[in-house]
């Protein structure tokens, strides 16, 4: 009976050790499938943020991209526009030093000679008043009697250089002002340098 008593006492001894190793493995199985499952996981979120992480990037630098291309369009109105303002600065002071009255005595009487042929009735040439006289002056010599046969000088405190001349009693003109003539070449200016800096 002691016998039994022992064997008996052995075999649920090793059932008991049986059961707790299997017990034992079936908890290592569930720990390994959980760990498998653990790391798996963490790699699909780690794929997912660097795929976003890559996409983020990417908008980051076509974003970057755009910015600068905006930048740079911007820099070269900017440039356009200060340039196209220092020009015509230039151009303005420029047409007054070659607005002399000596010189639009030139151009008027070619403009006269050359414009229409009917009585030279209801020309009126208006210029500055500082101008006006210098002015008078040179038409005589190179207009000589065609500006006694009713050509009017007429003074503008509003012109700054160069003149406006009438063929109808001033109903309408013709502006060859420094202002005017200014305006007129820093527009082509203006064209050139659009062309040229491509905004």
Not at 92 to 100: P, Q, S, Y
Not at 103 to 122: D, N, Q, R, W
Not at 124 to 131: G, R, T
């Amino acid at each position: 009976m002691a016998e039994d008593l022992k064997n008996l006492i052995e075999k649920i001894r090793e059932e008991g050790i049986k059961a707790a190793e299997d017990k034992a493995r079936a908890i290592e199985g569930k720990a390994k499938k959980l760990a498998d499952n653990i790391v798996q996981d963490a790699r699909h979120k780690a794929d997912d943020i660097i795929k976003r992480g890559e996409e983020e990037a990417k908008k980051t630098e076509e974003s970057g991209y755009a910015s600068l291309k905006q930048a740079g369009r911007d820099i070269m109105i900017s440039l356009r526009k200060e340039i196209n303002s220092m020009l015509s600065k230039i151009t303005a002071g420029r047409m007054r030093e070659a607005l002399t009255p000596a010189e639009m005595a030139k151009v008027i009487s070619a403009i006269i000679k050359e414009g229409p042929k009917t009585s030279k009735e209801g020309v009126i040439i208006s210029a500055n008043s500082k101008d006006i006289e210098k002015l008078e002056k040179s038409l005589m010599a190179e207009l000589g009697d065609e500006i006694k046969q009713g050509i009017t000088l007429k003074r503008s405190d509003e012109i700054t250089g160069g003149f406006i001349i009438s063929y109808d009693s001033g109903k309408s003109y013709f502006d060859f002002t420094d202002k005017s003539l200014a305006a007129h070449i820093s527009f082509r200016m203006n064209q050139k340098l659009k062309e040229l800096l491509n905004v």
